[in-house]
């Protein structure tokens, strides 16, 4: 089998974890049956594409040898979330080949046929649509989020009885299996908030009627299962277990995570003095299922004070902290390849856990297998379609390499809007100018890439910019498996910065974001920013959101920036692509014209803004956005099996 330790596991979704009958699946298996099963090694780090050949081992003897018990928790890992599309089936496909950010305002989908456009920006999305279609945005049954936690918890439950593994180990990898369960509930509960508990695996006999809790009770729950595996994890990986697992879950992993987690919750679409939506049904938000029912100003001091944790823990641990670029080598910084640019890309790039990356918390990582369908075909295909195209209000978002920040009112500026900003824009954004399959990148109308996109809207240049981060170029990054980064230290630097500026700590806050910022080369915000008010809330943490949006662009935060700040404005606001003119006026590719006729490449170029029609998204037309977007629908056929599982407001 290849996804799977057992089939078994795979129960369909009218079983699933949350009815009103008898839950005996786990007690079942372990008890009452036998079956053989196909067993590979799941290697999580540098060495997991070697797989041992499959053994057949009875359910009786998975726990009563060390090494079977080791691998059944190492293919749980196999159920982590890994946000890139793929392959072609209702998991690994994501949204169709979409992804979240092309809801937000830094992306666009010009894929016709994605999740994305029949559903999001059409408009008709439903919570029917939950039970019939596999492409919504985070299927609440079919992302594997109840395989992951069955197995975690069937695996606390059972490690103890095996007889050769230390007790120390034990109770390491039973804390792995803490992390694993904290982080797929928090996969579901940035898009549904308040969640069913799972706290156990169930005996044969037992009735399972478990209701819907409140976001209090969800978060407590995840965070005290991360406290409680911080407990008994490793800091990181020693040397020895790098090149095979890299990758596990540490204690600094369940830190961050912990910070992230609390973050989310602190945040304005649960913690308000209203609502986010006042539209029926209302039990969830009578219940406090979507909500903490106001604005609890603690849980900002929640946040602080996990960061400080985490960072007082690397402060005696060391280990972790930001990738730093390479000490001088010559290189000029103001060329595309530099030290800044390599920093960053392994920042998001590299595995960590005590290993050559220092910055990476969390990753996941396909499991890689040679064919035409594999993650070197459908990812770099998605985008080569135009899944992924970066609109101009992103681009806008990057400051110039001195780091002020772009204005289109400045001439200057608007000459280099693609030669001299911030590095990190050349590392997500393909723009004009820069190096692209061994040549330079010819975005302006005419060019080789233009003719694919911005003259008829559409495809992979279609807003006069590509997707470039995690596909590169297309001949940088193919035949290999391409990690997920899910959790960086920049992220947690963010979140801290964040949670000091509710605290009124200004400083402090501006502090944690230029540590972020110098890593890449770039002044200080009070620096570059002298007429901005940076000792104001809102516009500290306009920067900060900006920040977040740039260092953690097309890694799945954007989206839930925007929802969880509830910040509809960004919604409804219609984006933009750019068409880029040689100064010249030839629309013609240089590179087509002949020797003689060439001369000097251009370099001179103007540029125009044009709105992004194609497709349309309905957000945009006035009066149209709704709040209830901000959470998904449960599956109705969930709802309607009354356990207690409220369906959230406006669905």
């Not at 106001?294 to 929640?302: A, I």
């Not at 080569?384 to 978002?397: H, I, K, L, N, S």
């Not at 700040?565 to 606001?573: E, P, S, Y």
């Amino acid at each position: 089998m290849e996804s799977f330790l057992f089939d078994l596991f795979k129960i369909p979704n009218d079983n699933i974890f949350f009815l009103k009958f008898k839950i005996g699946i786990i007690a079942f298996i372990i008890a009452a049956f036998s079956f053989n099963a196909c067993v590979d090694e799941f290697k999580v780090g540098d060495n997991f594409l070697e797989k041992e050949p499959g053994v057949d081992v009875t359910a009786d003897t998975i726990f009563t040898q060390a090494e079977y018990a080791r691998r059944f928790l190492w293919n749980t890992y196999s159920n982590l979330y890994y946000a890139l599309p793929s392959y072609w089936n209702d998991v690994d496909g994501k949204m169709n080949m979409g992804m979240f950010e092309t809801l937000s305002d830094c992306y666009h989908s010009h894929l016709s046929w994605d999740g994305v456009n029949r559903m999001y920006y059409s408009g008709s999305y439903s919570a029917g649509l939950e039970d019939s279609d596999s492409h919504t945005r985070f299927g609440y049954n079919k992302e594997e989020v109840w395989q992951a936690v069955r197995k975690a918890w069937l695996f606390i439950e059972n490690v103890d009885r095996v007889p050769d593994m230390t007790t120390d180990e034990k109770e390491r990898l039973k804390g792995e299996a803490k992390v694993i369960i904290a982080s797929r509930y928090f996969d579901l509960f940035r898009h549904y908030g308040g969640l069913p508990l799972a706290d156990h695996a169930w005996d044969v006999n037992e009735t399972y009627e478990n209701p819907r809790a409140t976001v209090e009770e969800t978060v407590n729950f995840m965070v005290n299962l991360l406290d409680e595996a911080s407990a008994t994890l490793p800091w990181t990986l020693d040397a020895a277990d790098i090149s095979n697992w890299d990758g596990r879950f540490t204690k600094a992993a369940a830190m961050g995570l912990k910070a992230k987690i609390l973050l989310f919750a602190a945040s304005p679409l649960f913690n308000d003095a209203v609502p986010y939506s006042i539209e029926g049904p209302q039990e969830a938000v009578q219940s406090n299922h979507v909500w903490y029912g106001g604005y609890k100003p603690e849980l900002w001091d929640e946040v602080v004070e996990a960061c400080e944790d985490f960072f007082r823990e690397v402060d005696a641990n060391g280990v972790y902290g930001l990738l730093q670029p390479a000490t001088d080598n010559g290189l000029d910084v103001t060329k595309y390849d530099n030290v800044y640019r390599t920093a960053y890309r392994d920042a998001y790039s590299l595995r960590g856990s005590g290993g050559p990356n220092p910055e990476m918390l969390i990753s996941t990582r396909i499991r890689y297998r040679a064919g035409n369908w594999d993650w070197n075909y459908y990812f770099p295909q998605s985008s080569m379609y135009g899944a992924f195209t970066p609109t101009q209000e992103f681009v806008d978002m990057f400051p110039m390499r001195d780091g002020s920040p772009f204005d289109w009112n400045d001439a200057n500026k608007v000459s280099k809007i693609h030669t001299e900003r911030d590095p990190r824009l050349y590392e997500i954004v393909l723009v004009n100018g820069a190096e692209y399959q061994g040549r330079q990148a010819e975005l302006w109308v005419g060019g080789r890439e233009a003719q694919q996109g911005p003259a008829n809207e559409e495809g992979q240049f279609a807003t006069g910019y590509a997707n470039y981060k995690f596909v590169l170029d297309f001949s940088k990054n193919t035949a290999k498996p391409t990690l997920w980064p899910y959790l960086r230290v920049s992220e947690i630097y963010l979140i801290y910065a964040e949670a000091l500026t509710k605290a009124g700590r200004y400083n402090e806050a501006i502090a944690s974001v230029d540590a972020v910022r110098e890593r890449v080369g770039l002044a200080g915000l009070a620096e570059s920013n002298p007429g901005l008010n940076l000792q104001d809330e809102e516009s500290l943490m306009n920067e900060i959101l900006r920040e977040r949006a740039i260092e953690l662009g097309f890694e799945d935060v954007r989206f839930f920036d925007l929802i969880r700040n509830k910040m509809a404005d960004r919604f409804t606001t219609q984006l933009h692509g750019l068409k880029t003119y040689r100064a010249d006026g030839l629309e013609q590719s240089w590179s087509d014209k002949s020797a003689s006729e060439r001369g000097e490449r251009p370099t001179e170029f103007t540029y125009t803004k044009f709105e992004l029609q194609k497709p349309r998204r309905n957000f945009w037309v006035t009066g149209e956005f709704n709040p209830k977007w901000y959470l998904s629908a449960f599956p109705p056929s969930e709802v309607n099996k009354d356990y207690g599982l409220t369906q959230n407001p406006g669905w």
